[in-house]
């Protein structure tokens, strides 16, 4: 399986370091797209994987927003 981020590592995490991930992922899938828009990007499945990690920084951000699940619970349940 690949190295990326996992869900139960990200409910882990306190919010502002979920934040500099989300920050640090969306500029390098900026980067990413503008390479492919110039067609120098040599790996392609990186965009995907980049899109997914965004995807679950925000939907643990949302899960706690909405109270679903809190730093405590993800802590507890490992």
């Known amino acids: 399986m690949a190295?990326?981020?996992?869900?139960?590592d990200l409910r882990t995490e306190p919010e502002d370091v979920l934040?500099?991930?989300l920050?640090?992922?969306?500029e390098e899938l900026f980067?990413?797209?503008f390479q492919a828009a110039t067609g120098?990007?040599?790996s392609h499945g990186r965009l995907r994987a980049?899109?997914?990690?965004?995807a679950r920084i925000y939907t643990v951000l949302q899960e706690r927003e909405l109270g679903?699940?809190?730093v405590k619970d993800a802590e507890e349940s490992e």
């Not at 190295?3 to 139960?8: E, F, P, S, V």
């Not at 920050?23 to 969306?26: D, G, M, N, T």
């Not at 980049?50 to 965004?54: A, C, D, R």
């Open 31 to 33: 980067n990413l797209r």
């Open 23 to 26: 920050k640090e992922a969306k």
């Open 40 to 42: 120098q990007l040599e």
């Open 50 to 54: 980049v899109k997914k990690e965004i």
């Open 3 to 8: 190295k990326g981020l996992t869900a139960d």
């Open 68 to 70: 679903i699940v809190t």
């Open 19 to 21: 934040y500099t991930k």
